[in-house]
T-cell receptor, first 114, second 109 residues
Framework: EAQVTQNPRYLITVTGKKLTVTCSQN?????MSWYRQDPGLGLRQIYY???????DKGDVPEGYKVSRKEKRNFPLILESPSPNQTSLYFC?????????????FGDGTRLSIL | GQQVMQIPQYQHVQEGEDFTTYCNSS?????IQWYKQRPGGHPVFLIQ?????EVKKQKRLTFQFGEAKKNSSLHITATQTTDVGTYFC?????????FGPGTRLSVLP
C-alpha cells in the first residue's frame, strides 16, 4: 500500500532535548516536505527536498534541520526544541517536482515541548 | 512573501444546504491545489487547477480558478455529514507550497 509513514505519532518532551521525527515513503517520490499546522494558521512549510541531497527552506525553517540521504527518508530534527515548536507536524511527498502532482501526507506527529 | 487567504474561516450549514469557500491572493496564483482534512486526520488531495478560468467537477464538488488567476473557489452542492472537515487551498510559490488557513465546515444533520 502506498503510504507516508511518520514516527512517532505523539511525543511529549522537554525544552532543549534533541529529537528526530522520521518520515518514510514507499512511492519512490522525489519531492518530500515538512509542514507544521497550528490553529488559524493552516499548514506552513518548514523544509522541502526535491531529491536526494537537495534540501531547501520553506516559510518557517528556524529551529529545524532536515536531511535527505536516501530517497525514501526525510527526517525532521529539532536540535534544541522550545515550547513554540509545540505543534502538529505533517510530512508529505509527491512525484517529481511539486507542481502538477498531488502531495501525499502522513498521519501527523503531535509534538508537545514543555 | 506570497500570502494565500481563505474565507470564511468557519461555516456551519444544515445538511442539504450548499457551501462555498473562497481562496484568494494579492498576487497571481500559480497552480492551485485543494485538500480536505477530516477532524483528526491528515490533508487529502482533492484536485488541482492550472489554467485561467478552469472549472472542474467531482460529483457534488465544483472547483473554479478565476480568470485573472487571483482567486479560486470550491462549491459543494447539497452538503452531507461526510463533507465535514477543513478545506485548504494551496499555491505553488516558486519551489514551495503556500497553504491558506483553511475553512472549517460543520454540517448539522
Amino acid at each position: 500500500e502506498a503510504q507516508v509513514t511518520q514516527n512517532p505519532r505523539y511525543l511529549i518532551t522537554v525544552t532543549g532535548k534533541k529529537l528526530t521525527v522520521t518520515c518514510s515513503q514507499n512511492m519512490n517520490h522525489e519531492y518530500m516536505s515538512w509542514y507544521r499546522q497550528d490553529p488559524g494558521l493552516g499548514l506552513r512549510q518548514i523544509y522541502y527536498s526535491m531529491n536526494v541531497e537537495v534540501t531547501d527552506k520553506g516559510d518557517v525553517p528556524e529551529g529545524y534541520k532536515v536531511s535527505r540521504k536516501e530517497k525514501r527518508n526525510f527526517p525532521l530534527i529539532l536540535e534544541s526544541p522550545s515550547p513554540n515548536q509545540t505543534s502538529l507536524y505533517f510530512c508529505a511527498s509527491s512525484s517529481q517536482h511539486a507542481s502538477n502532482q498531488p502531495q501525499h501526507f502522513g498521519d501527523g506527529t503531535r509534538l508537545s515541548i514543555l | 512573501g506570497q500570502q494565500v487567504m481563505q474565507i470564511p474561516q468557519y461555516q456551519h450549514v444544515q445538511e442539504g444546504e450548499d457551501f462555498t469557500t473562497y481562496c484568494n491572493s494579492s498576487t497571481t496564483l500559480s497552480n492551485i491545489q485543494w485538500y480536505k482534512q477530516r477532524p483528526g486526520g491528515h490533508p487529502v488531495f482533492l484536485i488541482q487547477l492550472v489554467k485561467s478560468g478552469e472549472v472542474k467537477k467531482q460529483k457534488r464538488l465544483t472547483f473554479q480558478f478565476g480568470e485573472a488567476k487571483k482567486n479560486s473557489s470550491l462549491h459543494i452542492t447539497a452538503t452531507q455529514t461526510t463533507d465535514v472537515g477543513t478545506y485548504f487551498c494551496a499555491d505553488l510559490y516558486g519551489q514551495n507550497f503556500v497553504f491558506g488557513p483553511g475553512t472549517r465546515l460543520s454540517v448539522l444533520p
